[in-house]
């Protein structure tokens, strides 16, 4: 399955997401059908350089979902607390609809 830098999955089965955000080059977000809270994207650059068939799918985009998070708005996204992902250390806030880096 091929997925491009620019724009991460939205039509995984079981992750079909609609309301695709862009955030940053390496953050979106999108709504999946079944859930409150949304589920972000993110370009991990801790897969960069594992090769092709070590990966999940082609490319370092990497979904999680936010259900531990209150969100406080839908629109604009306000979401609290700070969103972490630990993989690689990707870590910063999203409120009034923008990503602030931690
Ligand atoms: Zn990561």
Avoid at 1 to 27: A, K, Y
Avoid at 33 to 54: D, I, M, Q, S
Wanted: glycine residues 8%; hydrophobic residues 35%; aromatic residues 10%.
């Amino acid at each position: 399955m091929s997925t491009s830098r620019h724009t991460p999955p939205s039509d995984w089965p079981g992750m079909e997401m609609t309301g695709m955000t862009r955030l940053t080059d390496d953050v979106y977000f999108g709504w999946l059908a079944k859930e409150a809270n949304p589920t972000f994207w993110h370009w991990c650059k801790a897969l960069e350089g594992v090769p092709p068939e070590r990966k999940v799918h082609d490319g370092c985009w990497v979904a999680a979902g936010t259900s531990a998070h209150t969100l406080v708005s839908r629109d604009p996204l306000h979401l609290e607390p700070s969103l972490l992902w630990k993989c690689c250390g990707l870590h910063g806030w999203v409120r009034e609809g923008k990503w602030t880096s931690a």
